[in-house]
């Protein structure tokens, strides 16, 4: 398309000169304009640009400044000055004839001088007072054209001071008959409103007559005058919202002209400045916010989404909601709202949901959830301004658990743009705000990277003014953090405190006494909390900072209580000594730390050549040459000499997993790795043993190894490093995920530790802790003399039969080891779907032939159904080991419990839930029932799901798994009876979980 | 709305108008600039910019940038479309618009936009009064406009 642009314009001169051609006729060569514009076009070089156009103008100020030219060349010469002042030349000599044109020229010519005018001038231009009179001329005029023309240059510019020479006449316009004048003259006003608010404080009854104005345009045009005494003073137009709520609902219900509409939407321009105006009139007013509730569903019910100017219409409808006071039912649309933003594929609207969540996450964060994997897209987006947003948006949500994912990213920006130094400017500031805010939060836990990378943030980059900006922020940010209370600071974050106040101080020094920052850090060493080694930074800081005669007397001060009074540190007594030394001796100061060397990177000589005179002379003086400490370490083997390694480990307990068999690994491996003893048991059980028994026994001997090995299990893992549900740690290397998911994985890596801590339906599951399912496991008699196996699975306990039962108690160690045996294609790649149980007996009896065991299963990852395979060994006194495999097959439904909530808690979740499922299950049909009641009731008595509600044909449905921490994750069912099937639609924030719940409701219903 | 801005592909400013008082040597600079930025944008990307401390929507139609600079509480969406009706009323008035019409009729341009916004603000969205309210300071015009066949903005 725009190749034929070039080659048109390419064409330019030579059509230029073709007088005759159709296209000619306002081209015409007589045109001037048409010549200078040809002659441009034709140029290859700015400088001949230059020439030409100042050789333009210099005919251009010959002609005006003659009598002889007439007004209608004056018009044509106004032009080409307009021209030439776009291209970038200035043509300032002709400013007085643009105001001459519009004082003197016919309606035609003095549209173009009025233009001119308004091109040319600026409100503070003392030409326009020349401008003044010529405007009340026109505007007094009765041709409507030159009234529209001054009320448009009046509406554009005027000096402030001259409103009251012409307010009456544009107030009379108020009452014109044309509403176009009427409209112009609010427009007019509007402006002065905005340049002299004092000036038309009088005339606001005008303004509401203007906002009742029969025309549409004429109210719309008031609307902007609203607009802004709303925004200034919301409490005095209260009185206003019925109004303005009427008359959105009218233009909403399409009672406006068609003229109105644009793209078959009903004035979308005045739908916004309404929604606008709600927006100021309802926020932090729970009784005006009720008065646009209904207005409000209805503006978002009918902006059906197909047009940008719908998407314009919603989310300005969005913003009202979130601004006003807050209805859950509205807000769950509104969110809703968002969500189509955030996944729409245009990237404008993108933006825009982006943009929209940052402004609502700031109420409730957990917004972000649904649209994580957006979000993590988005922040690897090609388009910079996507990114920007996303962080932004991230920024919103930072908390003490996600903060070192986020900074991260945020620096990983700041590299990529280190050219553009708005965005450091931004991003720094953005990166320090964080860090006050979470240093103190969490400050001691952080890796201690983060605080680096921040320091190197303020210390690297050029000496540019944005660079001293953040500076500057930082150290008058510090210095008030230090001016409160301090105990609470973590060390960390007063380490860097002490050193950002102590490199850039100075930047301040001008405008505060020199002492005060030495006295803040002098006080923070006297505090006790204050640890050595933070101490040891503040000294560090103040010999940096003890130039004037003040710091020097405090820090000698302090000094002298370190070196005298005994402090045992040595560290700190050598800082107290170098400061003291230095602050006595400024010319020694001024070499150690040179003022101006505080921006330059130190240069390391990393061959410490400087020491190479220390070290010749030394040998010459006969010392022996520099060993490495593993040269030494090698030479000390080589001797033979004493091992100073602790007692290697000897026990033969690396895992056996070459003897492993098929039956257990990988799962089983995996299982093992974690507990020592367990490759033992293996070995044992392969008979290839060729450890004595008693190994067996002290490995699994008393109960304290083995809780110890639990709790080790259950350790929450750090918060920072949370593993997906699809990432655990235990899961086994052998088990390969297949490569297309990887990336997939990487970002849901990515989002469980953005969006950790966000939210109580926290798609992630974290920490593994002990919940419902209890495993019963029980010797009984039975004549049958393989081991383990009839398994009964019955509500939640397995009955495990044992055999030979020889009278004395057999004790029972477990390992038990889940093992997934269903294998459908999408999930034969993933790690086994049920935690690990590892052996201890919670309990044991020392019954006759009972021992009972108790055991927590999860299901970790949603599945139709899972194995578990366990391994007993069991000893009898003085008998030999034994050891016995059993399994059972587990259905997803064990690990279902009915989710009660209310019907209010359901649409929530409902919306906050990505995965979904849709699907057309069969009706069960009774005699004595609605087909859907007994449906539900199928489902409920075989699924232990909870029915929420029915209402009508529809049919809510909630239930969890129990998968992780607390009360499981939710799966939400929405039933509806469509024909003689009911259309099920499942969501849930675990992605297996629909499917699996799937299929064991399509199972459950064929039984019935 | 702060500013307008029409530039063509090669950076050319075809038309400038300004609602905010700033001096020449700040409209050059913010021009300069802010052209370069959006020229260096590439099709597929995001039409809105934050750019220093202005919010720039900005949409090109044929081989014409046109580029607004907007208050921060503004809506893009609504002055995307606002781009689109001047580009509509351009089209409707010079049947078919090209770049080449808004070169040699610059002030037509001009007028027209200033019927359409005023001072920054829309002032009239209806096309049909828009057009008649040019048309008939038009009238007065002894020249008529003879029909263009150039590159249409719109198709």
Known sequence: ?1008 | MQFMLLFSRQGKLRLQKWYVPLSDKEKKKITRELVQTVLARKPKMCSFLEWRDLKVVYKRYASLYFCCAIENQDNELITLEIIHRYVELLDKYFGSVCELDIIFNFEKAYFILDEFLLGGEAQDTSKKNVLKAIEQADLLAEENRPRQFFFSLLS
Not at chain 1, 247 to 261: A, E, S
Not at chain 1, 687 to 710: C, F, H, I, M, N
């Open chain 1, 1 to 1008: 398309m725009s190749d034929v642009v070039e080659k048109t314009l390419s064409a330019l001169p030579s059509l230029l000169s073709l007088d005759s051609q159709a296209g000619a006729g306002k081209l015409s060569p007589s045109s001037k304009l048409g010549n200078l514009i040809k002659g441009i076009t034709e140029l290859t070089s700015k400088h001949e640009e230059e020439t030409l156009i100042k050789k333009e103008l210099e005919s251009i100020k010959e002609q005006v400044a003659s009598p002889n030219t007439t007004m209608r060349q004056m018009k044509e010469i106004m032009v080409r000055a307009i021209y030439c002042e776009m291209l970038g030349y200035q043509a300032s000599f002709s400013y007085i004839h643009a105001i001459k044109l519009a004082q003197q020229g016919s309606v035609l010519e003095k549209r173009v001088g009025y233009l001119a005018v308004s091109l040319f001038l600026n409100e503070t231009d003392e030409f326009l007072l020349l401008l003044v009179n010529t405007v009340l001329k026109d505007l007094q005029s009765t041709n409507l054209i030159e009234v529209c023309m001054a009320l448009t240059v009046v509406s554009q510019m005027f000096p402030k001071d001259m409103i009251p020479a012409i307010l009456p006449v544009v107030e009379e316009k108020l009452t014109h008959p044309k509403e176009i004048i009427r409209r112009k003259a609010v427009l007019a006003l509007y402006k002065f409103y905005l340049i002299a608010p004092n000036q038309v404080q009088h005339i606001h009854s005008k303004f509401r007559k203007a906002l009742c104005d029969k025309d549409p345009g004429v109210m719309t045009a008031s609307l902007h005058i609203y607009l802004q005494l709303i925004k200034e003073n919301p409490e005095s137009y209260k009185d206003l919202t019925g109004s303005m709520v009427t008359i959105l609902r009218q233009v909403v219900g399409g009672k406006l002209p068609l003229d109105f509409n644009y793209h078959s939407v009903p004035a979308p321009w005045l739908q916004i400045q309404l929604l606008r105006i709600l927006a100021y009139l309802g926020k932090e007013d729970q009784g005006t916010s009720e008065m646009m509730y209904d207005v409000l569903e209805e503006s978002l019910r009918r902006a059906e989404m197909n047009h940008n100017i719908t998407y314009a219409i919603l989310f300005e409808c969005v913003k009202t909601i979130y601004t006003v006071h807050p209805k859950s039912q509205l807000l769950e649309k509104a969110a809703e709202c968002i969500g189509n933003f955030v996944l729409s594929p245009k990237i404008n609207l993108k933006y825009l949901g982006l943009k929209a969540l940052t402004y609502v996450v700031q109420q409730d964060a957990n917004l972000a959830l649904p649209h994580q994997m957006t979000i993590i897209e988005c922040l690897d987006h090609s388009d910079v301004i996507i990114k920007r947003e996303t962080l932004e948006l991230l920024f919103r949500i930072t908390n003490a658990q996600n903060v070192t994912v986020i900074v991260e990213k945020m620096l990983e920006f700041l590299r990529l743009t280190c050219d553009d130094y708005s965005t450091i400017d931004l991003v720094g500031k953005v990166a320090e705000l964080t860090m006050n805010s979470v240093f103190s939060l969490g400050g001691d836990v952080m890796q201690p990277d983060i605080p680096n990378n921040f320091l190197r943030l303020l210390a690297e980059g050029v000496d540019n003014v944005e660079d001293r900006q953040l500076r500057l922020f930082a150290v008058d940010s510090y210095v008030s953090l230090l001016q409160g209370e301090t105990a609470k600071l973590p060390q960390r974050f007063l380490q860097v405190i002490s050193w950002v106040l102590g490199e850039y101080s100075y930047l301040r020094e001008e405008e505060s006494d020199p002492g005060s920052v030495m006295r803040l850090l002098a006080r923070l060493l006297d505090q006790r909390h204050t640890s050595t080694e933070t101490r040891s930074w503040v000294l560090g800081a103040m010999t940096k900072l003890c130039s004037s005669p003040v710091s020097v007397a405090l820090a000698r001060d302090v000094c002298e209580r370190y070196l005298y009074s005994g402090s045992l540190n040595t560290v700190l007594r050598q800082k107290a000594q170098e400061l003291m030394i230095l602050s006595q001796d400024t010319k020694l100061r001024a070499r150690v730390l040179p003022a101006e060397g505080r921006l330059e990177s130190p240069e390391v000589d990393s061959s410490l050549s400087f020491l190479d005179g220390y070290v010749s002379d030394a040998l010459a003086a006969g010392a022996a040459p520099y060993k490495s400490p593993h040269q030494r370490q090698e030479d000390l083997v080589q001797e033979k000499a004493l091992s100073l390694e602790p007692y290697g480990l000897s026990l033969p307990v690396s895992l056996s997993s070459c003897s492993i068999t098929d039956r257990r690994s990988p799962t089983l491996l995996s299982m093992s790795s974690g507990l020592s003893g367990n490759s033992t048991e293996l070995s044992h059980q392969e008979g290839s043993t060729t450890l004595k028994l008693e190994g067996v026994k002290r490995v699994w001997g008393k109960d304290g190894y083995l809780a110890q090995q639990q709790s080790a299990g259950e350790t929450p893992t750090p918060l920072v490093e949370l593993p997906s549900p699809l990432l655990s740690p235990q899961s086994p290397p052998s088990q390969k995920p297949s490569s297309g998911l990887e990336p997939d994985q990487e970002k849901r890596q990515l989002a469980s530790s953005l969006f950790v801590g966000l939210g109580s339906h926290n798609s992630v599951c974290l920490v593994r802790l002990p919940s419902t399912v209890w495993l019963f496991i029980k010797n009984c008699q039975s004549a049958n003399q393989s081991n383990v196996v009839k398994s009964l699975f019955k509500p939640f306990y397995i009955n495990s039969c044992q055999s030979k039962n020889h009278g004395s108690f057999v004790k029972v160690s477990g390992i038990f080891a889940a093992r997934k045996s269903c294998q459908t294609d999408d999930s034969c790649c993933f790690p086994p779907q049920i935690s690990c149980i590892s052996g201890s007996p919670l309990k044991e009896v020392k019954g006759h032939s009972v021992s009972v065991c108790l055991h927590t299963v999860v299901m970790k990852r949603a599945s139709v159904q899972v194995e578990l395979a366990g391994l007993l060994s069991y000893q009898r006194p003085l008998g030999q080991p034994q050891a016995a495999q059993f399994s059972l097959s587990l259905s997803l439904k064990h690990f279902l419990r009915p989710l009660t909530v209310s019907t209010g808690d359901y649409g929530k979740m409902w919306l906050s839930f990505s995965h979904d499922l849709k699907q057309n299950l069969r009706l069960v049909t009774t005699e004595h029932q609605e087909p859907l009641t007994a449906t539900l009731d199928a489902l409920k008595g075989k699924l232990h799901l909870h029915v929420v509600d029915i209402i009508g044909s529809e049919g809510i449905v909630a239930c969890r798994l129990l998968q992780g921490p607390g009360q499981g994750q939710p799966c939400l069912l929405h039933c509806r009876v469509h024909a003689d099937s009911l259309a099920v639609w499942l969501r849930s924030p675990v992605p297996e979980l629909p499917d699996s719940l799937l299929y064991h409701c399509q199972k459950a219903l064929t039984e019935t």
